[in-house]
């Protein structure tokens, strides 16, 4: 740390230094949750599920430079600058640097810094996510119509993930024993929740119709998104509303459809296929329509 210099300076010049060098935002998302001393041994186990998700990023090259061969993503790269930034300026201020928290998703960060646990770090993580979304959905318009689609399934895998262990009767119904254990970042299920790489290649910009990538879903993903959690779509985007203090989040659905970036025209994208097993799915897990948390 430095002496002299603000919480929130510190953040900015910290992620400055690594906004062209993708391999470097790893390392300092990484070195996060070694906290602002270099150990924080309650905290490590949690970045499990930020690497994996960082790694994909990287894989997809979407993190990338904008002036190059294979230009990155505006709107990839200033989501995942939100996430570092905040959680730079959390460890900043538990090492004592001066300010004031300059957003509530810092404090999201903070409160995880002081008792982690998996609800903490998922508002923490969904927190900074939501935010990144929401003020950089210009950035999203200009995505290929593929690539916008899978925005939306991002982002209502992770906050159907973050209801898994903080509001279970929604995530899994009379199932919600086992939903803590399935949402829980320091294991390896909740990556099962996060993960496309079966369905979308490791390339940047998407170019082909959303079609074509839908085909080669394999059936896990295709179960949770169609058979979980499009039925209790709103219950789980009020619910993330609520607990993340973020209202403008149930802008990005209407009428059972996700509308982040993406016109409720074409809204056949998301309803279910035909299929025995969705079918069998939505009776073993109904969505109860009463519930709101």
């Given at each position: 740390?430095?002496?002299g210099?603000t919480a929130?300076?510190?953040?900015?010049?910290?992620v400055?230094?690594?906004?062209?060098?993708?391999?470097?935002?790893?390392?300092l998302m990484?070195?996060?949750?070694?906290?602002?001393f270099?150990?924080?041994?309650?905290?490590?186990?949690?970045?499990?599920?930020?690497?994996?998700?960082?790694?994909?990023?990287l894989?997809r090259?979407v993190?990338?430079?904008?002036?190059?061969?294979?230009?990155?993503?505006?709107?990839?790269r200033?989501?995942?600058e939100?996430?570092?930034?905040?959680?730079?300026?959390?460890?900043a201020?538990?090492?004592?640097?001066?300010g004031?928290a300059?957003s509530?998703?810092?404090?999201?960060?903070l409160?995880f810094?002081q008792?982690?646990?998996?609800?903490a770090?998922?508002?923490?993580h969904?927190?900074?996510?939501?935010?990144?979304y929401?003020?950089?959905r210009?950035?999203?318009?200009?995505e290929t119509a593929?690539?916008?689609f899978f925005?939306?399934?991002?982002?209502c895998?992770?906050?159907?993930s973050?209801t898994l262990?903080?509001?279970?009767?929604?995530?899994?119904g009379?199932?919600r024993?086992?939903?803590?254990l399935?949402?829980?970042?320091r294991l390896?299920?909740?990556?099962?929740?996060?993960?496309?790489?079966?369905?979308?290649?490791?390339?940047?910009?998407?170019?082909?119709s959303v079609q074509?990538?839908?085909?080669?879903?394999?059936?896990?993903g295709?179960?949770?998104?169609?058979?979980?959690?499009?039925?209790?779509?709103?219950?789980i985007?009020?619910?993330?509303a609520?607990?993340?203090?973020?209202?403008?989040?149930?802008?990005?659905?209407?009428?059972?459809?996700?509308?982040?970036?993406?016109s409720?025209?074409?809204?056949?994208?998301?309803?279910?296929p035909?299929s025995?097993i969705l079918?069998?799915a939505?009776?073993l897990?109904?969505a109860?329509r009463?519930?709101?948390?």
């Amino acid at each position: 740390m430095t002496d002299g210099m603000t919480a929130g300076a510190w953040a900015d010049q910290q992620v400055a230094a690594v906004r062209d060098d993708p391999s470097g935002r790893l390392a300092l998302m990484q070195r996060c949750y070694y906290g602002p001393f270099g150990k924080a041994p309650r905290h490590l186990p949690y970045r499990r599920a930020a690497m994996s998700a960082m790694q994909w990023e990287l894989q997809r090259g979407v993190l990338q430079p904008l002036f190059g061969d294979r230009p990155g993503s505006p709107w990839w790269r200033a989501v995942n600058e939100r996430v570092l930034r905040d959680g730079c300026e959390a460890v900043a201020l538990s090492g004592d640097l001066s300010g004031a928290a300059s957003s509530r998703t810092v404090d999201y960060w903070l409160s995880f810094a002081q008792y982690p646990t998996a609800r903490a770090w998922w508002r923490a993580h969904n927190g900074s996510i939501v935010a990144g979304y929401l003020e950089h959905r210009e950035l999203a318009e200009a995505e290929t119509a593929a690539e916008r689609f899978f925005m939306n399934v991002v982002l209502c895998r992770v906050l159907y993930s973050h209801t898994l262990v903080a509001a279970p009767r929604i995530a899994l119904g009379w199932l919600r024993p086992l939903a803590p254990l399935l949402g829980d970042p320091r294991l390896g299920m909740a990556g099962i929740f996060l993960q496309l790489s079966r369905v979308l290649p490791d390339e940047y910009p998407l170019r082909e119709s959303v079609q074509s990538y839908l085909k080669d879903e394999l059936g896990l993903g295709r179960l949770l998104d169609f058979g979980v959690i499009l039925p209790r779509l709103r219950q789980i985007y009020e619910w993330s509303a609520y607990e993340l203090a973020a209202p403008a989040l149930l802008d990005c659905i209407e009428a059972g459809a996700l509308t982040y970036a993406w016109s409720l025209d074409d809204r056949s994208v998301w309803e279910a296929p035909e299929s025995f097993i969705l079918r069998l799915a939505h009776r073993l897990l109904p969505a109860d329509r009463q519930l709101r948390g």
